[in-house]
């Protein structure tokens, strides 16, 4: 059988899906049709439900867990690896109040987290969408009061003169007492269990591959960050993947549920409610 599998082009996960993707490691009876898109790209794929397997943002998957059950390898999770909230120097939270700041995408989790800040805070910036790499120079031009940073940018705000207002993850982990879920995978109901099981293993046995061979992916990494410094890759990696990569595991399946259900409460409509089954179940 053949499926659909997208995930994006950053280190982390050309990194845990380089083996995968390239037949080094291989799901029973499954071959894999790879696209790498943005997160907020995945996230829109997701929602209409294209994908047999997708990376989406822990808060885009709120909406689709319908159709699809989050699997237990291959995500992002952990502490100290959250979005940060950065200006260009001398603002303070309750400047952002009605000024434009800039965001990675409506779904990501990265813009849940910020949306309640604001509502515990009470404020109201115009959230300007755009790429995730479009953010920090949107600050720098002026375009921007603010913005939200996810991935290397992470480690690179400072190079671009820019400063940390907030580190968002940290406020979420302080307030909760809980790492933060970033993305996870999610895959079609419809397959069945015991193919998600095998999909499961098969990003468990690609991740491990990485590990053990970390040269052999380094080529497919490089490619596809593009002009990111080597440096900056190996950071990225060392940070967003972590031991829940391989297995979400208790504490990641809490942090996951507190956060799902933030971003339904965010919904507007009548209230929903989260599946029984959300998480494929542990072996």
């Not at 380089?18 to 009876?29: I, K, Q, S, T, W």
């Not at 303070?92 to 779904?107: F, M, S, T």
């Amino acid at each position: 059988m053949r499926l659909s599998l997208h995930y994006s082009p950053c280190p982390n996960d050309t990194f845990i899906f380089h083996a995968l993707a390239n037949g080094l490691v291989r799901v029973p009876g499954a071959e894999f049709d790879i696209t790498l898109a943005d997160v907020e790209r995945l996230n829109q794929a997701a929602a209409t439900h294209a994908p047999d397997l997708c990376k989406v943002s822990v808060a885009a998957a709120a909406a689709v867990l319908d159709e699809y059950r989050i699997l237990r390898a291959g995500g992002a999770l952990g502490r100290g690896v959250g979005p940060v909230l950065v200006c260009a120097g001398g603002l303070r939270l309750e400047d952002l109040d009605g000024r434009p700041v800039a965001i990675p995408g409506r779904r990501t989790t990265a813009n849940l987290i910020f949306g309640l800040l604001c509502r515990e805070r009470g404020l109201r910036p115009q959230l300007v969408e755009m790429v995730y790499d479009e953010v920090m120079p949107a600050v720098e031009s002026g375009r921007c009061a603010a913005a939200v940073v996810i991935h290397e940018g992470r480690f690179t705000y400072a190079e671009h003169g820019l400063a940390c207002l907030l580190d968002l993850g940290a406020w979420w982990e302080e307030e909760r007492g809980l790492p933060i879920p970033l993305g996870c995978i999610v895959m079609r109901r419809s397959l069945g269990l015991e193919l998600a099981r095998a999909a499961n293993q098969g990003i468990r046995a690609s991740l491990l591959h990485a590990r053990q061979h970390p040269q052999a992916g380094e080529q497919y990494i490089r490619q596809h960050a593009q002009e990111m410094d080597p440096g900056v890759i190996a950071r990225h990696i060392a940070t967003f993947v972590t031991d829940s990569s391989l297995d979400t595991g208790p504490e990641g399946e809490a942090a996951t549920l507190a956060l799902l259900a933030e971003a339904l409460r965010l919904e507007p409509g009548p209230g929903r409610a989260l599946p029984a089954d959300v998480f494929l179940a542990a072996d």
